[in-house]
T-cell receptor
Framework: GENVEQHPSTLSVQEGDSAVIKCTYS??????FPWYKQELGKRPQLIID?????GEKKDQRIAVTLNKTAKHFSLHITETQPEDSAVYFC???????????????FGGGTRVLVKP | DTEVTQTPKHLVMGMTNKKSLKCEQH?????MYWYKQKAKKPPELMFV???????INESVPSRFSPECPNSSLLNLHLHALQPEDSALYLC?????????????FGPGTRLTVL
């Protein structure tokens, strides 16, 4: 089955600096890579996703890059703000089996702390 | 309505109790999921329902019994649980079909087994 590794496990940055989180996956059949943000005591919420036919995607201060050959993808947050403090999870999902739902395998998570 | 709701928010049960967790969505999604999340760990997939039929069971012990009575509701029936089953139980839903769609998560039920 799929295995997703995520680094670093904790990341402390100064407000205004950039944060980078990296993930690797093992299953070459994976073709959907979402990133979820989970604040303390809250539900995971999708912040950005990328599909295997795209190498990079950007949404305001957040960007994700995907290298299919190397099987890794990264999250970049620029101009970090205190409200960016949370746990971030990467995930991977294989090409969907017809009508079978969507199986997500999550990385171990990165606890990001943005210091004011 | 763009939310997944879950009840109860908190549940404390003994090892001999029977209880149920409930999940509801009104986004027209035909795939629904149960995840288990231990503290400081990622969500782990337990079950996937697609068109109200169980499509994935990640080798979950039989003391957890899922049920999807209709396209908006998902239940998780609990019986004879162990203390190590204490965790946050998250429900999620998504559309079915290609391309793969975002999973929307509910707020979770925090379960404590005594």
């Amino acid at each position: 089955g799929e295995n997703v590794e995520q680094h670093p496990s904790t990341l402390s940055v100064q407000e205004g600096d950039s944060a980078v989180i990296k993930c690797t996956y093992s299953d070459s059949a994976s073709n959907y890579f979402p990133w979820y943000k989970q604040e303390l005591g809250k539900r995971p919420q999708l912040i950005i996703d990328i599909r295997s036919n795209v190498g990079e995607k950007k949404d305001q201060r957040i960007a994700v890059t995907l290298n299919k050959t190397a099987k890794h993808f990264s999250l970049h947050i620029t101009e970090t703000q205190p409200e960016d403090s949370a746990v971030y999870f990467c995930a991977a999902s294989p090409r969907k089996i017809k009508a079978a739902g969507n199986k997500l395998t999550f990385g171990g998570g990165t606890r990001v702390l943005v210091k004011p | 309505d763009t939310e997944v709701t879950q009840t109860p928010k908190h549940l404390v049960m003994g090892m001999t109790n029977k209880k149920s967790l409930k999940c509801e969505q009104h986004m027209g999604h035909r795939a629904m999921y149960w995840y288990k999340q231990k503290a400081k760990k990622p969500p782990e997939l337990m079950f996937v329902y697609s068109y109200e039929k169980l499509s994935i069971n990640e080798s979950v012990p039989s003391r957890f019994s899922p049920e999807c009575p209709n396209s908006s509701l998902l239940n998780l029936h609990l019986h004879a649980l162990q203390p190590e089953d204490s965790a946050l139980y998250l429900c999620a839903s998504s559309q079915v079909g290609l391309p793969i769609n975002e999973q929307f998560f509910g707020p979770g039920t925090r379960l404590t087994v005594l």
